[in-house]
């Protein structure tokens, strides 16, 4: 028989589970922030009364491996803020299991270092804002958020700036303080309640943790899982937020390529300032910016018809930058900032065109509007072929519901100085256009490009719907008609499946000369279907963290219904609890020629030509390694069909952590070509070693040598930077190309680059 104590019990526990179920930590749960009554010192101990007074973001919870657990090692966060800055302080409580962080250099890789961090959002948006991340070394990293930080594409570690940190190590617990200028990021002392989130990543248990409890298909730090962070004393109004940035370079290059041999050196001077219009709108200046000191791409062997897309790195171009650089979709990009300032030159190498001045305007007109205005001058570049351009680039964003936006962008590219007569002068692509008059062909100025576009995204509020459109028409002298792209898109995410979906179509003279469209030159104007579908599980074993089947495939077309492409993917992912992962996948792939082209040297074998038909299948396996070891790597290789004949593939990267001095890495990409004896059989090999040598937090030094047998040219860049205060930095840059035969040298330059930030 039950008695009545026993059912008291019962009752009591269940009520006592509930409300530890309705106790965890929901999106939208508020954080107040007071402002400090005292000195806030950054010395690892937060025993002044202020911290100890200051609201606790405790209860986290995990969200990887699993998403059903309490953190088994808590995190505690505080906030708090005076006259000049905003203060954090993140309680990472732990054992003695030693850390594991790959370098000292700031900015680092968020996958390969334990650390813990915060992304705000001052516009209350859910969808804009800032991140700030530091390690148990004290390593930091910041940058921007946009799309709400539902994606790995939606943070960006180029944004710099200046704040300041302390980390101390305790036997249970490490211990970090954060305070951040007002300055340094831009905000309305008017919104009361700010976008908040925070998570954890522990590499060396494979953990991942976050204030708001997120399911394991979503992103921990992203904004529609975070809370509400409220100021219950008024936000410092702005203050005069003026950064002088001077810089002096010096150089000295050989060109050994030319006879007679040139020998080149040179001084040069700039600046850069930003200039807060409003606490929430930046305006930005350049005059005769010089980016030498920017990371050398990686190179790569590409073995398709359409170019490849490499990131921007130069940070004038980066703060607000999504708002040009999402626009469209990556098949239409109506901006893309690598047009302004770089160009390739005859053997595939991006040179430097000389920027005179820029400018941006860039920020939150309000809770909903958003703007970022752009204009760049470049300078004459003969030995490329290029005139005197400018670019104007602008964009208009209201965000509307709770997580969706619509925006409206313009884009104009001109050319000056450009006669008729001029063909054989600027001979770079697009500045002039052959056009067909009677029955011969002309070649006549292409002085000016514009493009209108107007894209929409819509996201529900638990971010499983998300729906984008995006229309637009470009404008020239030479096509009035046929001249749009467009694209609608769809995507369904929950914790078992994920569904993505959609049509896109470039015309045949849609033109964006400033952005990006990679089948410029391959189709007479196309429309594509396109769509893929995941599902995965979670097994009670051990070993396995999930893993599922997925399947894609893309079709294309061409005006009058001609299927040219399609491709059918199938395969196999899993996630294993030791952080390693594999990747299987079978491919069909089906194309119908719509241009001429050819992968190996046309002098000696020939091209696959216009109107031929090719299908073949290929497998592949993909493999990444344990991160947590100090030896790790990533390895891929794929086998079969290719075009007529076969091709073998083996790429990855092979790396070696020095903890906490830096690491060593080796990039390759390896390809066997066999094809018929007409085509050729080629071997192509990619493969460069890189050094990344962190002797302090201030102090780094990368040499980074690739091998090219493609371009038949080895690249030898050596980057040191000593970091002698906040956001100033001494740069040596040396770069060297060679010949793979005889390693004699092509060209050599050796830059000296000052910088200096100065708050006025």
């Known amino acids: 028989m039950v008695n009545a104590r026993s059912i008291f019990f019962l009752l009591y526990a269940l009520l006592g589970l509930c409300t530890a179920g309705f106790s965890q930590n929901q999106p939208g749960k508020e954080l107040h922030i007071k402002k400090a009554t005292g000195a806030i010192i950054l010395d690892g101990i937060i025993n002044e009364p202020d911290w100890q007074a200051a609201d606790v973001a405790d209860d986290w919870y995990t969200n990887y491996p699993v998403d059903t657990l309490r953190a088994p090692f808590q995190t505690e966060a505080r906030f708090t803020f005076d006259d000049e800055f905003f203060y954090v302080s993140f309680v990472c409580f732990d054992d003695e299991t030693p850390d594991i ?9 968020y996958s390969l270092n334990d650390n813990v961090g915060f992304a705000v959002g001052p516009y209350n948006d859910k969808l804009n804002g800032f991140f700030f991340v530091i390690t148990p070394a004290g390593v ?18 180029f944004w710099d700036n200046k704040w300041y940190s302390k980390v101390v190590r305790y036997e249970d617990k490490w211990i970090a303080e954060l305070a951040i200028p007002f300055k340094s990021f831009r905000y309305k002392s008017n919104i009361r ?23 394991i298909q979503f992103v921990s730090a992203s904004f529609p899982y975070g809370g509400q962070l409220v100021w219950d004393d008024p936000i410092p109004p702005a203050k005069t937020n003026i950064s002088f940035i001077p810089y002096i370079t010096a150089n000295t290059s050989t060109d050994n390529e030319v006879e007679p041999v040139e020998q080149n050196t040179g001084f040069q001077a700039g600046f850069d300032a930003k200039i807060a219009i409003t606490p929430s ?17 990686d190179q790569i062997i590409n073995l398709t018809r359409f170019e490849f897309q490499f990131p921007e790195r130069r940070q004038f171009f980066l703060e607000n930058s999504d708002l040009f650089d999402l626009a469209g979709f990556p098949g239409a990009r109506p901006f893309f900032s690598r047009r302004i300032g770089l160009a390739a030159d005859s053997s595939g190498l ?32 003969a030995s490329i072929g290029l005139p005197a351009q400018n670019y104007t680039v602008a964009a208009l964003q209201r965000n509307f519901w709770a997580q969706s936006n619509v925006t409206l962008s ?3 590219k001109q050319s000056f100085g450009v006669e008729p007569e001029d063909s054989t002068k600027f001979f770079s692509d697009n500045v002039f256009r052959e056009v067909q008059v009677g029955d011969r062909t002309e070649l006549r100025p292409n002085t000016y490009n514009r493009v209108v576009s107007l894209d929409v995204e819509m996201s529900s509020k638990d971010t499983k719907w998300y729906h984008s459109s995006f229309i637009a028409k470009s404008f020239d002298d030479f096509n009035a008609r046929e001249n749009l792209s467009g694209l609608v898109f769809g995507s369904y995410s929950t914790r078992t499946v994920s569904i993505r979906s959609g049509f896109s179509f470039i015309n045949e003279f849609f033109n964006a000369e400033a952005g990006f469209v990679p089948s410029i030159r391959v189709y007479p104007g196309q429309y594509s279907l396109f769509g893929n579908a995941a599902y995965q599980f979670f097994p009670k074993k051990e070993s396995i963290i999930r893993m599922g089947p997925f399947f894609d495939f893309d079709h294309t077309y061409i005006p009058g219904g001609t299927n040219t492409d399609r491709s059918y993917g199938l395969g196999y992912q899993f996630e294993f609890n030791n952080a390693s992962s594999l990747e299987l996948s079978y491919n069909y792939v089906y194309q119908r020629l719509t241009n001429s082209f050819n992968l190996l040297d046309p002098d000696e074998f020939r091209g696959f030509m216009e109107g031929e038909e090719y299908n073949w299948n290929a497998a592949s396996i993909e493999y990444r390694s344990n991160p947590r070891k100090r030896f790790f790597y990533q390895i891929s290789s794929s086998y079969g069909g290719f075009y ?9 990267e092979l790396a070696y952590r020095y903890q906490p001095f830096g690491n060593v890495a080796l990039r390759f990409d390896f390809n066997d070509l066999r094809l018929p004896e007409a085509y050729g059989q080629e071997q192509l090999f990619l493969f460069g070693p890189r050094i990344d040598l962190t002797f302090t937090d201030e102090i780094f030094l990368t040499t980074y040598v690739q091998y090219n ?33 005889d390693f004699g040298s092509k060209n050599r330059a050796l830059v000296l680059k000052l910088t200096y930030w100065l708050n006025l």
């Open 281 to 297: 709108l930046n305006l930005d200046l350049t005059v005769n910016p010089d980016f030498s000191q920017v990371e050398v791409d």
């Open 644 to 652: 007529n004949g076969e091709n073998f593939n083996l790429s990855g």
């Open 410 to 412: 313009f884009v104009n």
């Open 140 to 157: 930091q990293m910041e940058g921007t958020v946009t799309g709400g930080g539902t994606g790995d594409d939606s943070y960006s570690t």
């Open 709 to 741: 047998n493609v371009l038949n040219n080895i690249n030898l860049n050596a980057r040191f930077q000593w970091r002698y205060q906040p956001a100033s930095d001494l740069f040596v840059v040396y770069t060297e190309n060679y010949l793979p035969e």
């Open 350 to 381: 991006f040179q430097q065109v000389p920027i005179a001045y820029g400018a941006r305007l860039s920020g939150s007109l309000s809770e909903k509007w958003r703007v970022n205005v752009l204009n760049m001058q470049t300078r004459e570049e």
């Open 193 to 215: 309640e700010w976008n908040i989130s925070m998570d954890r990543w522990e590499l060396k248990r494979n953990r991942k943790t976050s204030w708001i409890r997120t399911p």
């Open 101 to 109: 962080v790959n370098s000292l250099r700031r900015d680092f890789d």
